[in-house]
C-alpha cells in the first residue's frame, strides 16, 4: 500500500493490489487535494512516485512503513500548531503594541530595532518595514537605548526632541536569566500630556473648582465703584498678584472670580480657600499637599495640594492676614519661586498659578507688629483694589434691596414685595456693619416675614441688626479682671480674654499674639 500525504484535511490511500488500483482517478484526487490546499509536497513510495503526475508539485519517495508515515505526518502536524500558536501570539503581541496610546519600539540584545508600533511611527516619522533590524541609533539619533543595553538601568520619565517636538520618555531594559536581552522604550508626546491635563482641569471644573461670578454679577450705580470695576477689568489682563481690601462682606471674592473669568485664565480652575478656616498645619497640607505617610492620619495614596488644582488657573487666599506666621515664609517662596513643595517629599513642583489674596484687616499695620511678614506683604501689594463698605454706596442699598427681594421671592414662592418709602428710609440710614452679606440675610427675612407682598414698618425694624454704641469692655484695663488671684488656669483665661478683646475679638490675631494656635487659644476659654 503506498501513502499520499497531504496538508488536512486529510490523506489519500492507494489500494495495495494492483487490480484496485485506478490510478487515473488516484492522480485526480491527488491534484484536486493539491489545489484546494496548496500542497507543494507529496510523499509516496516507488509506485506512487512512477505513476503520478501533478504539475509544480514535488513527489518525495520514502521506503518507510506505514507507522513510521504515520509518525512523521503526526509531527508534522504538531509542528504546524506550534508555529500556528507563535504566529497568532505574535499577532495578539502586535495589536497590543499598536492599539496603546503611548510610542513603542522595542529591541534585542544587540540593539537592533525589533518592534515599532504606530504611534511611534508617527512621532518619529518612519515605518516599521523601513526600520526592522537597523540599529537603533541609525532610526532615533538622539537615543539613549544602547546605553541601557550595555548598564541594564532603566531610564524614566527623561525628555528627549523629536522631529516633532518633545517627548517623555521611559527606557527599560528586558532580562532574562539576568541578562540584557534588549530594551523596551515607550513615549509620550508632551503636547498630548499637556491635553490631558486639560481634559484633568476640566474635570475639576465639574467638581465645583471654577468662578461662578463676572462683572456683570456687580450691581451698582455708585460712580466710585464702576471706576473700581474698571480698574479691575485691567488688572485681569494680567497674571500679576493681585491683593484685594474691604471690610467683610463687601463682595470681595465676588470680585475675585469676576477677575478670573475676565481674563485669559478663565478655562482654567478657580481655587478658592478661607485662610482664616484652618489651622496652620492642615492649612498648609491644603495648600501643597503630601505624600503617602507624610503624618499621622494622610492619605497613603497622598493628596494634591490646591496649588497644584490651580495650576494655570487661579488662587484666592481669602482672610490672609490670618494665616500664620510660618506659613507666610513658605507662601512667600511659592509666590517667588513658582515651585511648590509637598509635605514629606524632596520632588519639586513647578506651577503657573496666578494669586489673588484678600483681607479685611491692615496688613502694613499688622506687618508694624510683627504679625505678619512685610515681605510678604509687599509680595502680595503688587496690584491693589480697596472695596468700598455699603455705608459709602448709598445708592445701591435700595438697588441691591430691590434685587434681592425679587430673587428671595423666586426662590420662596413668595408674592412680590413693594418696599414702601417709609421702609427704604430706614434700609437707607441702616449703618450695614455687615455690609451686603448683612443686607441679604435682612432681605430675606422680609420676604419669609411678608403677607401677600406687604410688609410692615416696624417690623421691618426688628429685624434690622441694632449696633452696639457702648465700646466693648477692655478687661486689660479692669484692674479686678486682671489680677493675678485665683488658679493658673483661671489667671491664663482673663489674660487671653483681655488679648482677645484688644485685638477686636479676632481669634487668630490674638492666638499670633499670645504665640499659641487658635485650638489651645480657644480651649483657654472655655476653661
Known amino acids: 500500500m503506498a501513502i499520499c500525504s497531504v496538508c488536512p484535511p486529510g490523506n489519500l490511500t492507494i489500494p495495495a493490489d494492483e487490480i484496485n488500483k485506478d490510478w487515473d482517478a488516484a492522480q485526480q484526487e491527488v491534484r484536486r487535494l493539491v489545489a484546494e490546499n496548496g500542497i507543494d509536497v507529496v510523499i509516496g513510495d516507488s509506485l506512487v512516485r512512477g505513476r503520478l503526475k501533478v504539475e509544480n508539485t514535488a513527489i518525495q519517495m520514502v521506503e518507510s512503513g506505514k507507522e513510521a508515515i504515520a509518525q512523521a505526518i503526526e509531527e508534522a502536524k504538531h509542528i504546524a500548531l506550534v508555529r500556528e500558536n507563535e504566529r497568532r501570539a505574535y499577532e495578539r503581541l502586535r495589536t497590543i503594541i499598536h492599539s496603546v496610546h503611548d510610542g513603542v519600539v522595542a529591541t534585542d540584545e544587540n540593539g537592533r530595532i525589533t518592534a515599532v508600533n504606530l504611534v511611534a511611527e508617527e512621532i518619529f516619522g518612519f515605518q516599521e518595514k523601513e526600520v526592522l533590524g537597523m540599529p537603533i541609533g541609525q532610526a532615533i539619533p538622539n537615543t539613549r537605548i544602547d546605553k541601557v543595553l550595555q548598564t541594564g538601568q532603566a531610564e524614566l520619565e527623561q525628555l528627549q526632541q523629536t522631529p516633532k517636538g518633545y517627548i517623555v520618555t521611559n527606557r527599560v531594559p528586558i532580562k532574562l536569566a539576568g541578562q540584557v536581552q534588549g530594551v523596551v522604550a515607550t513615549f509620550q508626546e508632551v503636547a ?29 450705580e455708585d460712580p466710585h465703584l464702576k471706576k473700581i470695576v474698571a480698574i479691575a477689568k485691567k488688572y485681569a489682563q494680567t497674571d500679576a498678584t493681585m491683593l484685594i481690601l474691604g471690610e467683610s462682606g463687601t463682595g470681595k471674592e465676588l470680585f475675585a472670580q469676576s477677575i478670573h473669568n475676565y481674563s485669559s485664565r478663565r478655562q482654567e480652575a478657580f481655587v478658592a480657600i478661607n485662610c482664616s478656616a484652618l489651622p496652620g498645619q492642615l492649612l ?7 505624600v503617602g505617610g507624610a503624618f499621622t492620619g494622610a492619605r497613603k495614596e497622598g493628596k494634591r495640594g490646591l496649588f497644584e488644582l490651580a495650576h494655570n488657573g487661579t488662587i484666592f487666599l481669602d482672610e490672609i492676614g490670618d494665616m500664620d506666621k510660618e506659613l507666610q515664609s513658605r507662601l512667600l517662596r511659592v509666590l517667588e519661586e513658582k515651585q511648590i513643595r509637598r509635605i514629606g517629599s524632596d520632588s519639586i513642583i513647578p506651577v503657573n498659578v496666578r494669586v489673588i489674596a484678600a483681607t479685611n484687616t491692615d496688613l502694613w499695620n499688622e506687618s508694624t507688629k510683627g504679625n505678619f511678614r512685610l515681605d510678604l506683604y509687599y509680595r502680595l501689594n503688587v496690584l491693589t483694589l480697596k472695596l468700598p463698605p455699603l455705608r459709602e454706596r448709598r445708592p445701591d442699598i435700595a438697588v441691591l434691596a430691590r434685587w434681592l427681594m425679587r430673587r428671595y421671592g423666586e426662590q420662596y414662592g413668595k408674592a412680590p414685595v413693594e418696599l414702601p418709602e417709609t421702609v427704604m428710609v430706614r434700609l437707607q440710614e441702616h449703618p450695614w456693619p455687615g455690609n451686603i452679606r448683612e443686607l441679604k440675610n435682612v432681605m ?8 401677600n ?13 441694632k449696633q452696639v454704641t457702648n465700646p466693648l469692655p477692655n478687661p486689660a484695663a479692669d484692674s479686678e479682671a486682671f489680677n493675678l488671684s485665683g488658679s493658673l488656669d483661671a489667671i491664663k483665661q482673663r489674660a487671653a480674654t483681655a488679648v482677645l478683646a484688644q485685638e477686636g475679638n479676632n481669634i487668630a490675631r490674638a492666638a499670633r499674639r499670645l504665640q499659641i494656635d487658635r485650638n489651645t487659644l480657644k480651649k483657654i476659654l472655655r476653661q
Open 192 to 220: 498630548k500630556i499637556q491635553s490631558v491635563e486639560q481634559k484633568i482641569r476640566q474635570t475639576l471644573f465639574n467638581r465645583g473648582l471654577f468662578a461662578r461670578y463676572r462683572f456683570e454679577d456687580v450691581l451698582t
Open 444 to 451: 430675606e427675612r422680609i420676604v419669609l416675614s411678608s403677607e
Open 453 to 465: 407682598g406687604i410688609i410692615d414698618p416696624d417690623t421691618v425694624d426688628l429685624m434690622l441688626e
Open 284 to 290: 498648609e497640607s491644603e495648600l501643597f499637599g503630601y
